[in-house]
């Protein structure tokens, strides 16, 4: 493990854990990496004009961060009344949550996007006076219209584009389908805001899309759920600002350099939740590629890096690949790296040691399964499938329990009655309340982390 700092910039540490022996012809090798930030309330990289500044700004000071929440203001929100005053009322709880100074807007989304405050093509900056026009804007906030979230989007991106800061995030409310545009128009939207801006979607109710949630979060590196019952979306908004106040340096990236020989078989976060990254690589440089991030604040995840090798002979060993984080330089000059750590194969004729898993690198296995089986599972029941439905969530159910993921387990036995969780013996409900369906698929990525 390598560690790298400046009193500026959060401490970055990488620690990697493999079995990197291989049997004779052996190829494939895997190295689950732990990348951990420690030292809240520094400021990303940006210099300081003051020590004030590390958990709050005063006026005429450059704010770190800005967010713009997207609230659905479509007819739909009047179903039940009580949803369109939820929202209001979270979204004036989230505004409440801003650190002074921070760079805020909030958009009302319907087949078109509008400025609710500041107005203006701008942003404001959270204090007192601001917060409470902002809260009496959102009194005039009603539903009407239809859903078009690209267009949401595509606004928040200007608003944030215009900021100077080093976090740039968004939360968006939708609480139904994406009906008024094409799919491939909200996914010209999201290609265009990927890297630029973070996001965190919520579903409220249960006539929204869940894939088209979670492909929100997905591609703008936030987290995606549901809020069944609109009373609740107060504290989850709450919560999602608190985060994304915690976030203190953004756009880092998990470098990976690679021997000539080597191939990248996949690279995926695997904890807090499993997220695809393989396909997400931009080159940098000679047999090295980046794969995004997000932004950080005190936090740890786990990602899983497979590589194949180059055949090699009995004793022989080599560098199979280098991981680093890399925090680019906001005025254009040579990034910095902030923590590497070695992906290593050695050779052996050691049945024993070149046989054995690793226990983070099984666990993470069987978590990456686990979300691939729920998802399928309840595409199964959705089409008819019984049969097929029943072995997927039996192995779901089977793999939950095995590895101590107690929540995901709980959300399983909503959906199907478990017989033997250790055997993966379940029967499909023949009646399952359709939030609790849909809070299973939304949380299927979330994963634990390995027993110690």
Request: glycine share 10%; aromatic share 4%.
């Amino acid at each position: 493990m390598a560690n790298f700092s400046k009193s500026n910039v959060p401490q970055f540490s990488v620690e990697v854990y493999q079995n990197e022996f291989l049997p004779e012809g052996g190829r494939e090798v895997n190295g689950i990496i732990t990348v951990t930030s420690t030292g809240g309330g520094t400021t990303g990289g940006v210099p300081l004009t003051s020590a004030a500044q590390t958990s709050s700004h005063l006026p005429g000071q450059a704010p770190s961060a800005a967010v713009v929440i997207m609230v659905d203001c479509s007819g739909s929100m009047d179903y039940p009344p009580t949803k369109m005053r939820n929202a209001r009322d979270a979204t004036a709880a989230a505004i409440d949550t801003l650190r002074d100074g921070t760079s805020f807007a909030v958009i009302g989304g319907t087949h078109v996007a509008k400025e609710v405050y500041p107005g203006g093509g701008r942003l404001a900056t959270a204090g007192p006076q601001t917060r409470a026009q902002a809260k009496e804007a959102l009194r005039r906030l009603s539903a009407g219209g239809g859903t078009a979230i690209g267009t949401w989007l595509r606004l928040a991106d200007r608003l944030l584009g215009a900021a100077e800061v080093n976090i740039r995030h968004g939360i968006l409310l939708t609480d139904g389908r994406n009906e008024h545009e094409a799919p491939e128009d909200l996914r010209a939207a999201l290609d265009a805001c990927a890297g630029r801006f973070t996001c965190d979607a919520r579903g409220v109710g249960t006539d929204w899309e869940v894939k088209e949630v979670t492909a929100i979060a997905s591609a703008l590196l936030g987290t995606a759920d549901i809020v069944a019952d609109p009373a609740g979306l107060a504290a989850d908004f709450t919560r999602m600002m608190e985060n994304a106040m915690g976030k203190e340096v953004a756009d880092v990236a998990l470098r990976l350099w690679t021997p000539v020989g080597v191939e990248i078989k996949f690279v995926k976060q695997v904890a807090p939740t499993v997220a695809e990254l393989t396909d997400r690589r931009t080159e940098a440089g000679p047999r090295a590629g980046d794969y995004p991030t997000g932004s950080w604040g005190d936090e740890s995840r786990d990602y899983h890096v497979c590589v194949q090798v180059p055949e090699a002979g009995i004793g022989q060993e080599m560098l199979a690949a280098r991981v680093s984080l890399i925090l680019p330089d906001p005025s254009g000059g040579a990034p910095q790296t902030l923590s590497q750590g070695l992906v290593r194969a050695v050779w052996t004729d050691d049945m024993v040691a070149s046989t054995s898993i690793n226990p983070q690198v099984a666990h993470y296995t069987g978590q990456a399964e686990l979300a691939q089986v729920i998802q399928q599972g309840l595409d199964a029941r959705k089409s008819g499938d019984f049969d097929g439905a029943t072995a997927k969530l039996g192995r779901a159910v089977q793999l939950a329990s095995a590895s101590g993921n107690a929540d995901t387990a709980k959300l399983l036995s909503k959906v199907v009655d478990v017989v033997d969780a250790a055997t993966g013996t379940v029967r499909l409900k023949a009646k399952v309340a359709e939030a609790d369906e849909m809070t299973l698929e939304t949380r299927s990525t979330k994963t634990v982390r390995v027993k110690k």
